[in-house]
């Protein structure tokens, strides 16, 4: 590279001001007519707004299926899990008591052959 070349980069260095991004933004803005910047704005305030309301009626959906889970379903949850337990809790008594064998019921096809 030449010096004569270098002075121009120079001095076209020295020419450009540093802008910041937000400052590039609202020039590129300028571009485009108010029409289209005020529908595009639009769009982007609708859009925002439907979001906010889906993720408000989201949140309020998951909220009453917990609830209602909570209150319906838990007892009953519990309630079977406590016959489960109890029912273990006996045919282990019964195991211990009388054997390995009584734990297992007589089939109903099944007669005693009494005399």
Request: a negative charge; hydrophobic letters at 40%.
């Amino acid at each position: 590279m030449t010096l004569a070349m270098r002075e121009i980069g120079s001095e076209f260095d020295d020419e450009i001001e540093d802008e910041t991004l937000s400052e590039r933004l609202w020039a590129l803005t300028e571009m485009f007519p108010p029409v289209l910047r005020n529908a595009t704005g639009s769009v982007i305030d609708n859009s925002r707004s439907a979001v906010s309301f889906s993720f408000s009626c989201f949140r309020t959906f998951i909220w009453h299926t917990v609830t209602v889970s909570t209150f319906f379903l838990l007892p009953a949850i519990i309630m079977k899990e406590r016959d489960d337990v109890l029912r273990e809790t006996n045919i282990t008594k019964r195991n211990m008591l009388l054997g390995p064998g009584s734990s297992v019921p007589a089939m109903p096809n099944q007669h005693s052959t009494r005399p």
